[in-house]
């Protein structure tokens, strides 16, 4: 358990979010609640944490100041007061969940004007195979084999357990969505480690040769 500084893409998503001073924030699926944590001890006014499960909140509220509100809720169903935070943040759950563009306008609705929403998910070339893993065919090599990338929907994945259902998304299909619910586009990366990550981490190697996350920052636009 590392938390934020155990993830490699944290120093990119920290790059995309605003002051946190004095802001209201809730975080979409918020696990073991370390961004909450994390906005409080930046300043924030008002932090909520939501996420679909209690073993998750459970530990997530053990660990947090009673200054957070933690709430058990399923994204695809959530009501959030309408103009009511000033950045809407989400890390690595958005891929779980089948009807996106409807998170998306409680999102929109959920923010005051000009409020940011800064998220990442998995990036959809990771994704898109039917049967993720490295093509090792020669020493050396590492190739990410791409395919049915315009099938998009249900993905079920065997990490860490199985049967785990994931929802894949062409990239111009989220970042449509999130245009046609009303956002502006400010930032998009998609995550590569560094090479001083790399000399701390050899495994993260990897990673660079095919994009594991998207991130995304994106604006209420009025
Ligand atoms: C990979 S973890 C990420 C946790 C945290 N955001 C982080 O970055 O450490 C995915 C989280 O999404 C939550 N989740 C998955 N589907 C959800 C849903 N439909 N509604 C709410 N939370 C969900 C899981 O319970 C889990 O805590």
Redesign the pocket.
């Known amino acids: 358990m590392y938390g934020l500084a155990g993830?490699a893409e944290w120093p990119v998503i920290q790059q995309l979010l605003p002051d946190l001073e004095g802001k209201r924030i809730v975080?979409l699926?918020?696990?073991?609640g370390?961004?909450c944590r994390f906005a409080l001890e930046q300043g924030a006014a008002k932090v909520l944490g939501?996420?679909?499960?209690e073993k998750?909140l459970s530990r997530a509220r053990d660990m947090s100041p009673s200054a957070i509100e933690y709430r058990r809720?399923?994204?695809?169903t959530l009501t959030l007061p309408e103009s009511s935070y000033d950045l809407v943040y989400?890390?690595?759950?958005l891929h779980?969940?089948e009807h996106l563009a409807a998170v998306f306008a409680v999102v929109h609705r959920a923010l005051v004007s000009a409020g940011d929403f800064v998220f990442s998910m998995e990036h959809p070339i990771y994704m898109a195979p039917e049967h993720p893993g490295w093509l090792l065919s020669e020493p050396g090599t590492r190739i990410w084999p791409v395919s049915h990338y315009a099938e998009e929907g249900r993905r079920t994945t065997n990490w860490l357990t199985s049967g785990v259902v994931k929802y894949h998304r062409m990239l111009a299909t989220t970042l449509n969505m999130l245009i046609r619910s009303g956002f502006i586009l400010c930032q998009m990366e998609e995550f590569a480690p560094t090479q001083e990550q790399i000399a701390a981490h050899p495994a993260l190697a990897e990673e660079r040769h095919r994009p594991m996350f998207l991130i995304v920052k994106a604006r209420r636009d009025n």
Do not use: P, Q, R
Request: aromatic letters at 18%; proline letters at 0%; hydrophobic letters at 50%.
């Open positions: 993830a975080d699926g918020c696990g073991f370390w961004f939501v996420d679909i499960s998750m809720a399923d994204l695809e989400s890390s690595l759950v779980y969940l």
